[in-house]
């Protein structure tokens, strides 16, 4: 069965700095990758997402993500944090389980940002 | 694009009284969606599969008779929480999955509902 492991549960940038998330997965197969982020009280966005091709995905909001197969891992990244990127921040994978394509999320990072 | 919807967006109830939350694609049609749960601080819990025009699996430890899901048509699923208790207090979120040009499936998240029971 697949996983994913988010290492930080809580990680704190000042804004204008970067940022990095970290995700580890377990899949037997190529996996499909995403990242969303989630608001208090709402629910999730979708920033980005990887099935194959180019392993440097790019984002919504100005994030970018690299699939390494080698690492199993794929970090989302940003060059420069804003206030308003202060969220929940999941990584999941998806494995077919017959018809129905599941999503199996990390725990998930909570980002803070300081000005 | 790719928009779905959830109603209610809050709702309180007494306990033993059943709930009915919505899930619409707005600009898309879903074969399938999902229903979650999740526990404040926590990551989302699968509950169960919602296929259209058939039965809804359910998780492994999810009462398919509490949670009922029906999934009339390609833009709408329902889940009905039933004689609810406070123990079933927690945020509901729903997903529809849009099938992509190379067969590649994304779900789309709705903004969620907070159940509370009293």
């Known amino acids: 069965a697949q996983s994913v492991t988010q290492p930080d549960i809580h990680i704190t940038v000042s804004e204008g700095a970067s940022l990095e998330l970290r995700c580890n997965y377990s899949?037997?197969?190529?996996?499909?990758l995403f990242w969303y982020v989630q608001s208090p009280g709402q629910g999730l966005q979708l920033l980005l997402k990887?099935?194959?091709?180019?392993?440097l995905v790019q984002g919504i909001k100005g994030f970018e993500a690299e699939f390494k197969r080698s690492q199993s891992s794929f970090n989302l990244r940003k060059p420069s944090v804003h206030w308003s990127d202060a969220a929940e921040y999941f990584c999941?994978?998806?494995?077919?389980?017959?018809?129905?394509?599941?999503?199996?999320f990390g725990t998930g990072t909570r980002l803070q940002v300081t000005l | 694009g790719a928009v779905v919807s959830q109603h209610p967006s809050w709702v309180i109830c007494k306990s033993g009284t059943s709930v009915k939350i919505e899930c619409r694609s707005l600009d898309f049609q879903a074969t399938t969606m999902f229903w979650y749960r999740q526990f404040p601080k926590q990551s989302l819990m699968l509950m169960a599969t919602?296929?259209?025009?058939?039965?809804?699996?359910?998780e492994q430890g999810v009462e398919k008779d509490k949670f009922l899901i029906n999934h009339a048509s390609l833009t709408l699923s329902t889940l009905t929480v039933t004689s609810a208790h406070p123990e079933d207090s927690s945020f509901y979120i729903c997903s529809a999955s849009l099938l992509g040009l190379a067969g590649e499936d994304t779900q789309y998240f709705g903004p969620g509902t907070r159940l509370t029971v009293l």
């Open positions: 999941a994978v998806e494995g077919d389980t017959g018809t129905a394509s599941k999503l199996t």
């Open positions: 990887y099935f194959s091709g180019d392993t």
């Open positions: 899949y037997g197969a190529t996996p499909y």
């Open positions: 919602s296929n259209e025009g058939s039965k809804a699996t359910y």
